[in-house]
């Protein structure tokens, strides 16, 4: 199954990068947004990803044992009060086109595999952002208030991450990830740098921002982003 947009279409994204990154890194060292960030140790198996389903079997997929350096198991949430749209129709809205909420101008959904305008288990996207930070992702499960997506071979990260929304007073919008490197190179950039671990909390920041937006409702508090870091993965997680 092919996982390469037309050349013209990657033309067409790569000339947005540096625009893209230039206006991301503006809004990141200006946002006011307050984050709630807390980091702890971690362990296995308490924080082992989801069970894959079996058509993920002879997919490419990179699970957590594939992966490089210690397992991240991080949860960004948002409260919103106040929306004009339940957790069903968030997730609804969200699986139609998970573009409504991504930053575009520096990563944007692109489906590869499956029917436009819906989400099914089994269809392919990838997430397009600057230089090689391309993610390919596979839909391991998709239901009326929840998708979760494992990471297919070429991307940064082995793992999966899950998004969710759940009504009481409003709703609450959680972004769930189980990750490792997806090699040697990416566990420096992330873990050793940190660069890519903020280019991905910004991202997944922004996309809690949007989906308050969508809601018609408000932020209730900040941003929540729960890290628990797990050094030992068994190699065959």
Same mark, same amino acid.
């Given at each position: 199954? *092919?996982?390469?947009?037309?050349?013209?279409?990657?033309?067409?994204?790569?000339?947005?990068?540096?625009? @893209?990154?230039?206006?991301?890194?503006?809004?990141?060292?200006?946002?006011?947004? *307050?984050?709630?960030?807390?980091?702890?140790?971690?362990?296995?198996?308490?924080?082992?990803?989801?069970?894959?389903?079996?058509?993920?079997?002879?997919?490419?997929?990179?699970?957590?044992?594939?992966?490089?350096? *210690?397992?991240?198991?991080?949860?960004?949430?948002?409260?919103?009060?106040?929306?004009?749209?339940?957790?069903?129709?968030?997730?609804?809205?969200?699986?139609?086109?998970?573009?409504?909420?991504?930053?575009?101008?520096?990563?944007?959904?692109?489906?590869?595999?499956?029917?436009?305008?819906?989400?099914?288990?089994?269809?392919?996207?990838?997430?397009?952002?600057? @230089?090689?930070?391309? @993610?390919?992702?596979?839909?391991?499960?998709?239901?009326?208030?929840?998708?979760?997506?494992?990471?297919?071979?070429?991307?940064?990260?082995?793992?999966?991450?899950?998004?969710?929304?759940?009504?009481?007073?409003?709703?609450?919008?959680?972004?769930?990830?189980?990750?490792?490197?997806?090699?040697?190179?990416?566990?420096?950039?992330?873990?050793?740098?940190?660069?890519?671990?903020?280019?991905?909390?910004?991202?997944?920041?922004?996309?809690?921002?949007?989906?308050?937006?969508?809601?018609?409702?408000?932020?209730?508090?900040?941003?929540?982003?729960?890290?628990?870091?797990?050094?030992?993965? *068994?190699?065959?997680?």
């Amino acid at each position: 199954m *092919p996982r390469k947009q037309p050349f013209p279409r990657r033309i067409a994204t790569a000339a947005r990068w540096p625009v @893209g990154v230039t206006l991301t890194s503006w809004r990141y060292m200006w946002r006011i947004t *307050p984050l709630h960030r807390y980091e702890e140790v971690g362990s296995w198996p308490d924080d082992a990803p989801p069970a894959l389903p079996d058509l993920a079997r002879g997919r490419d997929v990179q699970t957590v044992g594939d992966g490089v350096g *210690p397992l991240f198991r991080r949860r960004y949430s948002v409260r919103v009060a106040d929306p004009v749209i339940d957790a069903r129709e968030i997730i609804a809205r969200l699986q139609e086109d998970p573009d409504r909420a991504a930053p575009t101008e520096f990563a944007t959904f692109k489906k590869l595999a499956g029917e436009t305008g819906r989400m099914s288990v089994g269809d392919e996207y990838v997430v397009r952002m600057p @230089g090689p930070w391309d @993610g390919p992702v596979l839909v391991v499960q998709a239901t009326p208030q929840s998708f979760r997506f494992a990471t297919l071979d070429g991307h940064l990260e082995a793992g999966q991450i899950d998004f969710s929304a759940s009504d009481g007073e409003g709703f609450e919008f959680k972004i769930e990830s189980w990750a490792r490197a997806g090699d040697r190179l990416s566990n420096v950039l992330y873990h050793r740098l940190r660069m890519s671990k903020e280019i991905q909390l910004h991202m997944w920041t922004s996309f809690l921002e949007r989906v308050v937006d969508i809601s018609g409702g408000r932020r209730q508090g900040g941003l929540r982003i729960h890290t628990r870091r797990v050094e030992h993965v *068994p190699l065959d997680a």
